[in-house]
């Protein structure tokens, strides 16, 4: 198991695009990340269309995983089973979350796949342990992905001619 995981997001910044768009894949490098970057682009290219790509700033999200605990933030992704809260990822706060759900997504996909356990995206929830407060049964024991960073690979690039050029 690796200590990081790493994905691609892009956010656009168009009129009628969904708030984030990417392709579900982890990679175990930055580097390796970086240099799929294109790929991934050119498959949300064909999905999302032109416009949508060109207008997004794209994101090289990283996460400490596996073997991890939760940094400050109030926000979590986790599951509710039987009473039992099980925070799994986090912590963000109010703005930021909604920006990692697909990494966190595909995160938690795979590890079910792994263990061979059923698994449906809409089994993940977003929790605010403080609405828990008083509840004896939170169990920290599955936390396995605590965000590190965002970093801004491709910012687009808008040009406005106001003059002729020739």
Request: with cysteine.
């Given at each position: 198991m690796h200590a990081e995981a790493h994905y691609l997001i892009g956010i656009p910044d168009c009129n009628g695009a969904p708030p984030s768009i990417s392709v579900p894949r982890i990679y175990d490098t930055a580097?390796?990340?970086?240099?799929?970057?294109?790929?991934?682009?050119?498959?949300?290219?064909?999905?999302?269309?032109?416009?949508?790509?060109?207008?997004s700033s794209w994101y090289l999200q990283s996460a400490s995983v596996y073997r991890t605990a939760p940094t400050n933030g109030a926000e979590f992704y986790g599951y509710?089973?039987?009473g039992v809260v099980y925070p799994v990822a986090g912590a963000w706060d109010e703005r930021r979350i909604a920006l990692w759900e697909p990494f966190v997504g595909e995160f938690e996909r795979q590890h079910a796949r792994d263990a061979r356990?059923?698994?449906?995206?809409?089994?993940?929830?977003?929790?605010?342990?403080?609405?828990?407060?008083?509840?004896?049964?939170?169990?920290?024991?599955?936390?396995?992905?605590?965000?590190?960073?965002?970093?801004?690979?491709?910012?687009?690039?808008?040009?406005?001619?106001?003059?002729?050029?020739?």
């Open positions: 580097a390796d990340a970086e240099a799929d970057l294109g790929v991934i682009m050119m498959l949300c290219r064909l999905n999302h269309g032109d416009m949508v790509v060109e207008s509710i089973l039987d356990m059923p698994w449906s995206s809409s089994m993940l929830k977003k929790l605010r342990l403080c609405e828990f407060a008083g509840v004896e049964d939170i169990e920290m024991g599955y936390f396995r992905f605590a965000p590190l960073h965002s970093q801004l690979l491709v910012r687009p690039l808008n040009l406005y001619v106001t003059e002729s050029l020739f």
